[in-house]
């Protein structure tokens, strides 16, 4: 089958189909989206070796459930080992022995097939489109802060990052009422937000004014962005780290300890909710689909997707 | 009077006695505790210059309201404004516009007399005795943790620094009923700890073992020790930060979010239970006393506070 390996460099070649163990399927992908995090495997997180993507929709072609074969379906990410405490509470994404598809141990959705445990797999419902399908994982993603950090709706919250990850936070955190601003660079990714009636602040803006936040939300995806929410949490705020890159980053901790704010790193949630939401039509990220690439054009499709200021390409398969 | 003075160096010398404003209080400073954030402070944190100390046990020898005139007090450190919404909520402790005893815009206790807002002071029971009653601050700073952070009878818990701060937070935090450890580098500073009944490592000892803990509390004072925290933290569980240290420190935040950690900055806290807790007799922190100097030895108290594996030095004024 064809599929995009990353082995130092990345490049579209042909490697054997997989073959799945006993209690996983094999998936015909569709559609995949190309995500910061495959970007930042390209430039050595996680130190991944192999076929990387991790947004998905697809169509079952085998699995020891007949019935879920033809079915059309998402995939949570990460598969955990199915002995350990964490997995024994349904938190195989914290299972110290999980794989992570496309990211640990696992090749990912940037091919033809992939494979996945069974029991990671998610109907799509008739409705949905593949296009909005596509976005279950990074939206299960953004909706993990409300599993982690209660959201009133009399707070005041900044979103830092006008990419993929910055709306579609700004996109479920705005659902709760509380009274939020997306912050970022571009003009134009800015007023897709306020387009649908959020609002915004170039980041310029924000810099002119001294206000600080219940809670800052730092999906900016940039090392900066760290010191910049800091800077902007209010005394005993609240600021969710949802940006991974590769590297370091130095940082005074005095201000965390001297204003007592709680910083919460927040990665993958889970996909029922997200479906739901998607279903529902509370929110709809289509709107931040850049380009739509035949899989033949992979290649040109992740360097399209790191492009300054594209926002999410998809690849058909 | 006579004052310890730092101005880029430290020097006891003469300077006038405070001529405290409407609503504070002169206060005759009879005990004065030293602390790191003392030691960080002639190493350039808070840009303070002045007279620093903000642990102290003294006798109101003026102040408007009569009757406290003549009373044993301690007082908390922060003066707030009494105008903002932080004060509202006594919450000077955040207050945008406190100064801070012997650390920001205020001369602290190492001195003759000292000048707080009357509202700061608290009277020291008298079955305390000073050696006792200098530990108010430092108390209240580590029981704030218990005031931000959940700690269940269940909890596995890591302190982190067998040092003055890191050995009072492991007593308050044992008193939930916790399976508390103390990690540190010193045999000797462990010993006071195990003496009272209480779990110990060295360092080493934990470097050995792979446990990854509920809560752990940074309260080493090193930057070394943000790094190990973060490794020794399970995932979805919580890293008090209470170390404060003047400078920057270099860390990879890809940990805190794909293990979804929490980190709580954690500074000082109220006065009353402290006080409550200390005459109750549940902790002892006279445990901890190393060396108690005259006033006029401030010079070198402060030196031999810098010692390795110095604990608590005290002076009598």
């Given at each position: 089958?064809?599929?995009?390996?990353?082995?130092?460099?990345?490049?579209?070649?042909?490697?054997?189909?997989?073959?799945?163990?006993?209690?996983?399927?094999?998936?015909?992908?569709?559609?995949?989206?190309?995500?910061?995090?495959?970007?930042?495997?390209?430039?050595?997180?996680?130190?991944?070796?192999?076929?990387?993507?991790?947004?998905?929709?697809?169509?079952?072609?085998?699995?020891?459930?007949?019935?879920?074969?033809?079915?059309?379906?998402?995939?949570?990410?990460?598969?955990?080992?199915?002995?350990?405490?964490?997995?024994?509470?349904?938190?195989?994404?914290?299972?110290?022995?999980?794989?992570?598809?496309?990211?640990?141990?696992?090749?990912?959705?940037?091919?033809?097939?992939?494979?996945?445990?069974?029991?990671?797999?998610?109907?799509?419902?008739?409705?949905?489109?593949?296009?909005?399908?596509?976005?279950?994982?990074?939206?299960?993603?953004?909706?993990?802060?409300?599993?982690?950090?209660?959201?009133?709706?009399?707070?005041?919250?900044?979103?830092?990052?006008?990419?993929?990850?910055?709306?579609?936070?700004?996109?479920?955190?705005?659902?709760?009422?509380?009274?939020?601003?997306?912050?970022?660079?571009?003009?134009?990714?800015?007023?897709?937000?306020?387009?649908?009636?959020?609002?915004?602040?170039?980041?310029?803006?924000?810099?002119?004014?001294?206000?600080?936040?219940?809670?800052?939300?730092?999906?900016?995806?940039?090392?900066?962005?760290?010191?910049?929410?800091?800077?902007?949490?209010?005394?005993?705020?609240?600021?969710?780290?949802?940006?991974?890159?590769?590297?370091?980053?130095?940082?005074?901790?005095?201000?965390?300890?001297?204003?007592?704010?709680?910083?919460?790193?927040?990665?993958?949630?889970?996909?029922?909710?997200?479906?739901?939401?998607?279903?529902a039509g509370l929110v709809d990220p289509t709107v931040l689909i850049a380009a739509v690439f035949?899989?033949?054009?992979?290649?040109?499709?992740?360097?399209?997707?790191?492009?300054?200021?594209?926002?999410?390409?998809?690849?058909?398969?």
């Amino acid at each position: 089958m064809k599929a995009l390996i990353f082995d130092g460099t990345l490049q579209l070649t042909e490697i054997p189909k997989p073959d799945p163990p006993p209690g996983e399927a094999l998936v015909l992908v569709t559609t995949a989206g190309i995500c910061n995090t495959d970007v930042e495997i390209t430039r050595g997180y996680m130190n991944f070796r192999g076929v990387p993507g991790h947004e998905f929709v697809g169509k079952v072609e085998a699995a020891d459930d007949s019935e879920l074969v033809g079915a059309r379906v998402v995939g949570e990410i990460n598969a955990g080992c199915d002995q350990c405490s964490w997995c024994a509470q349904g938190m195989e994404r914290h299972c110290p022995n999980r794989t992570v598809l496309g990211i640990a141990g696992r090749d990912g959705a940037f091919a033809e097939y992939l494979g996945l445990p069974v029991k990671n797999l998610v109907k799509v419902p008739h409705s949905l489109s593949d296009e909005k399908a596509v976005f279950t994982e990074p939206l299960a993603a953004a909706m993990e802060i409300l599993e982690q950090v209660k959201i009133e709706p009399s707070h005041r919250v900044l979103v830092l990052g006008d990419g993929k990850l910055g709306q579609l936070v700004a996109m479920v955190l705005r659902l709760t009422g509380c009274d939020l601003v997306l912050v970022g660079k571009h003009r134009d990714k800015l007023e897709l937000f306020a387009r649908g009636g959020g609002s915004v602040l170039l980041l310029d803006e924000l810099t002119a004014s001294k206000e600080r936040f219940d809670i800052v939300v730092e999906a900016s995806g940039s090392p900066s962005g760290w010191n910049l929410a800091v800077s902007r949490v209010k005394p005993r705020g609240i600021l969710v780290l949802k940006s991974t890159y590769h590297g370091a980053l130095s940082f005074n901790p005095a201000p965390l300890v001297i204003n007592e704010i709680t910083v919460v790193g927040s990665r993958c949630g889970r996909f029922g909710p997200a479906l739901r939401v998607l279903e529902a039509g509370l929110v709809d990220p289509t709107v931040l689909i850049a380009a739509v690439f035949p899989f033949d054009q992979a290649e040109e499709a992740f360097r399209r997707s790191q492009e300054r200021g594209a926002l999410k390409v998809l690849l058909k398969m």
